[in-house]
């Protein structure tokens, strides 16, 4: 918290609000002050990371919409036979995906489809039966899309979300804490012994 010496008025860090910043931002809002509005149902008060995307959508803002053959929450349902009657499943750019006896005895992982005996992974998943984990710094269906989360921090594969090291906050990992602040939601004060 920084406040002027001239009026008085407080800039508050990041997650806080109210005369003395020692309020908590509001179900929305985030950043310092409280001044930014959430992209999703609900957010850190801190970075602004979704903590849930509404269904069909995935990314740290919910800013992108299930890729082909996905649906649901957090992208997790596929457009089988039985899901056929799913809005996200009558999209006009998808084709349906169904199984054959090509596929009797192939195991695609959980969350994998396979259909003429070839495996279409779950985000997050890559390889020939999906048994791969997205590498460092990719995400998503097959892996494509690459995600920037600091030195320290770590990539969701299912959503790019990330985790930030100690000592950063943000979408990205790109916002240092607040002097006395650590932790990657930089919620927790560093602790001074004397």
């Given amino acids: 918290m920084q406040c002027s010496p001239v009026t008085g008025r407080c800039s508050c860090s990041s997650g806080f609000t109210g005369a003395n910043c ?5 179900e929305g809002f985030w950043g310092p002050n409280c001044r930014e509005k959430c992209m999703c149902q609900g957010c850190d008060p801190t970075s602004g990371q979704c903590d849930k995307c ?49 596929c009797d005895h192939i195991n695609c992982g959980l969350g994998g489809w396979c259909d003429d005996g070839q495996c279409y992974c779950a985000p997050g ?18 892996c494509l899309n690459a995600c920037d989360c600091g030195k320290d921090g770590t990539c969701d594969p299912v959503d790019g979300s990330c985790q930030c090291g ?21 919620a927790a004060k560093v602790l001074t012994l004397f």
């Fill in 22 to 26: 020692d309020e908590t931002c509001g």
């Fill in 166 to 186: 100690s000592g950063f906050t943000g979408p990205s990992c790109d916002t240092k804490c607040p002097e006395g602040k650590i932790q990657e939601t930089c």
């Fill in 54 to 102: 509404s269904p069909g959508r995935i990314g740290p803002d919910c800013e992108q919409r299930c890729t082909a053959y996905w649906w649901g929450e957090d992208c997790e349902q596929i457009c089988t036979v039985s899901a056929n009657e799913s809005a996200a499943c009558k999209r006009p750019d998808l084709v349906k995906k169904r199984s054959n006896n090509a």
């Fill in 125 to 142: 998943k890559t390889g020939l039966r999906c048994q791969e984990s997205c590498q460092t710094q990719s995400w998503g269906m097959e």
